[in-house]
């Protein structure tokens, strides 16, 4: 056992430099629903990325993840822009997905105020997902 640990560190580590490189190619941006539909490839990563504000008390809900193609790679990241120098401003949330079995869902967001009970949201992302 102990020859075999010098040999597996080496190993590990390139295994482990092999999952943290990602071809650009397999991962697709989307911002807008004009691209939508959407066809993916199997083990292609999807990074949906949506005007935000959350100090409006605004926030985007994921209705319909789309699970039956698609798999969360966490949660949504909220970023604001570094060069506004406002308090308040509007910023973009992002989330990734992997296309991980072949077949067709709906990717649905709403945008809207939580404790708004029986109001229509004030923006919504509908986008249906083929993967390959």
Known sequence: MRLA????????????AGCAHSDPASIV???????????LESRQQLVLTLPS??????RWQVRESASKVLR????????SPKD???????????WRFQ???????????????????GVEPAKAFDCAITVE
């Open 5 to 16: 640990l010098p040999c597996l560190l080496p190993i590990g580590l390139v295994w482990l």
């Open 29 to 39: 941006a989307l911002e807008d629903e004009d691209d939508c539909p959407l066809q």
């Open 53 to 58: 504000n959350p100090s409006t008390g605004y």
């Open 72 to 79: 969360s790679l966490g949660p949504e990241v909220y970023s």
């Open 84 to 94: 506004s120098g406002m308090v308040g401003s509007a910023g973009q949330s992002t």
């Open 99 to 117: 296309a991980v079995q072949a077949g067709q869902d709906t990717l649905l967001l709403v945008y809207r105020r939580p404790w708004e009970v």
